[in-house]
């Protein structure tokens, strides 16, 4: 769903022309509070908000993903939410045309674009030179029957024998990420590494991640998973059960749903499945942080800083300044990233 555009506030930063003008990209791992500052950020610059959640996708999964109501929004234009039946398998490679032509479309209007979201891979792929390998279902079938039979560490194992690059990339107990390697070694004949992203942005951008100390990182997961089922979650499944959530390959895996209709279907108790949901969003959330950690080109700081907001502007602000001053230097240099030394807490 997209907002209706917002006119931009007196006091934005007044761009160029679009070709200066950066892709503010606010990354990290769940429940840090990449929407608030996202919205933040874009009520100060006059920008829209282009998601780079792969579950706020998808239509209807609302509570469960933590998704920004219009309100919360605060009249800020969002991209790329609500554009999938839950019935339908997301592709990366129909994201990343869409986030790019969104970006695109933004940014022809005068105005910044903030993409948000905690999904490394579609992050990477709205961001950098990244071409996506082609898929087979009869393929990627046959090798998901094979890891239903042999397990995750067996597959992976097969996986390093024939890319070791990949496999050292891949975690061992990522079975569907295996599967993915797997099947884009067979169709194309090339290590599934030769196609994995490596930095190199398709326009200038700055990346801002938001980092928690781990105590801090699990009591607000508790706390939002709490929340979800005070909110309503349990219903929201269920009614989405009816317009077929069961039959999403990738939607009825999404955390907090997979746990419910699990509880719905007699396996466990609501208790139990909101207890799973929290281990398991803390164990996602550590995933995503071991992802976010490789890039040497995103500026982390400190989710709960008291002057967050004013640091992710001044970023912003350099981020331009930068590519003023050196338009035809490689938009991955590091002077960027030096920006955050002025930010002595920075995890």
Request: hydrophobic share 45%; proline share 8%.
């Amino acid at each position: 769903m997209n907002d209706s555009p917002a006119p931009g506030p007196a006091g934005a930063l007044p761009p160029t022309t679009p070709a200066e003008v950066p892709v503010i990209a606010v990354v990290g791992p769940t429940a840090t509070g990449k929407s608030d500052l996202a919205v933040a950020l874009a009520v100060r610059l006059g920008a829209e908000a282009v998601n780079a959640d792969a579950m706020q996708l998808y239509r209807g999964m609302d509570i469960g993903t933590a998704k920004l109501t219009v309100a919360e929004r605060r009249g800020v234009p969002h991209h790329l939410l609500d554009v999938l039946a839950v019935t339908h398998e997301a592709s990366l490679a129909v994201y990343q045309h869409q986030a790019r032509s969104a970006i695109a479309e933004v940014m022809a209007r005068g105005r910044w674009a903030v993409l948000v979201g905690g999904s490394g891979l579609y992050v990477r792929a709205a961001l950098d030179r990244l071409d996506i390998p082609p898929t087979d279902p009869l393929v990627r079938r046959r090798w998901e029957q094979r890891l239903a039979e042999v397990g995750p560490r067996a597959l992976h194992g097969h996986l390093a024998e024939v890319d070791p690059a990949a496999a050292q990339a891949i975690l061992p107990g990522n079975g569907r990420r295996i599967v993915r390697a797997l099947e884009v070694v067979e169709l194309t004949r090339r290590p599934f590494s030769a196609s994995m992203p490596r930095p190199g942005y398709v326009r200038p951008a700055v990346q801002i991640g938001l980092l928690l100390p781990r105590p801090s990182l699990d009591e607000r997961i508790a706390t939002r998973v709490a929340r979800m089922w005070a909110e309503g979650l349990v219903e929201e499944t269920g009614r989405l059960l009816g317009e077929g959530l069961a039959r999403g390959r990738t939607a009825s895996r999404a955390l907090g749903y997979a746990q419910v209709i699990a509880a719905l279907a007699g396996r466990c108790s609501q208790d139990e499945a909101a207890s799973a949901t929290v281990m398991a969003t803390r164990r996602f959330a550590r995933r995503q942080e071991s992802w976010f950690r490789r890039d040497p080109r995103i500026v982390w700081l400190p989710a709960d800083a008291p002057d967050l907001i004013d640091r992710a502007l001044a970023l912003a602000h350099g981020a331009v300044a930068h590519h003023q001053h050196h338009p035809d230097l490689d938009q991955n240099h590091p002077d960027l990233a030096n920006l955050a030394r002025t930010f002595p807490d920075v995890p």
